[in-house]
């Protein structure tokens, strides 16, 4: 079947400019991930839902970075007046439901110049 | 933080297996031992995980020795499409916390 999708793959923005982020999680994975990856480092965990309500958004370096996931399945990485350092990959994951095994997408790649 | 230790490098020639270690010495009695691995510019795809005993599956075999302070991933027939980052990661299934800490891996490198 289908495996978590994310879109756009790249994405070039100016610094000071909002982005978006779109993650289509496997059909009937309750729980969504996102996680940031900068060069040469592992995924770095930014935050996750249960269902429709984040239930741990610490991983959020900052209040620029917001994500919503309103249905329940599609979620969206929303990051305002982006800045050099936000260039990275930024990779979602799915799982059936809380603590299962996760599955990746491909990432998207955001680079602020 | 990550609660792994993995050597930064390995290389493996094609068609031997590849052993990869994992130290995770301060692994509680819930946490399960996940293997994840990372082709260049693709997402980490998940491997194989397990609690006390050895697991294997089509892509590989995992060995937790008895006291679970250490694992290793094995990949019986290597191939130059397994060159990527492997992570080791321990994780509580029944936590409220849903992150993964994925330290900086081992990357295996393949040669024909």
């Known amino acids: 079947g289908a495996g978590v999708s994310q879109t756009p793959s790249n994405k070039v923005t100016e610094k000071g400019k909002y982005v978006e982020l779109r993650c289509d999680p496997i059909s009937g994975h309750t729980a969504l991930y996102w996680y940031r990856q900068s060069l040469g480092q592992g995924p770095e965990f930014l935050i996750y839902f249960q269902g429709t309500g984040a239930a741990d958004d610490s991983g959020l370096p900052n209040d620029r970075f917001f994500a919503v996931r309103p249905e329940g399945s599609v979620s969206t990485l929303k990051i305002q007046r982006t800045e050099r350092g936000d260039s990275a990959v930024y990779l979602c994951a799915s799982s059936l439901t809380q603590g299962d095994t996760q599955y990746f997408g491909p990432g998207t790649r955001l680079t602020v110049l | 933080d990550a609660k792994t230790t993995q050597p930064p490098s390995m290389d493996c020639a094609e068609g031997r297996a590849a052993n990869l270690p994992c130290n995770h010495s301060t692994i509680s009695g819930n946490e399960y031992v996940y293997w994840y691995r990372q082709i260049h510019s693709q997402g980490p795809q998940y491997i194989i995980h397990?609690?006390?005993n050895n697991e294997t599956n089509e892509m590989a075999s995992l060995i937790i020795t008895e006291d679970r302070k250490s694992s290793t991933l094995i990949l019986p027939h290597a191939t130059l499409r397994d060159t990527a980052v492997y992570y080791c990661?321990?994780?509580?299934?029944?936590?409220?916390?849903?992150?993964?800490?994925f330290g900086r891996g081992t990357q295996l490198t393949v040669w024909p």
């Open positions: 397990g609690l006390k």
């Open positions: 990661i321990v994780a509580d299934r029944g936590s409220t916390l849903g992150r993964l800490y």
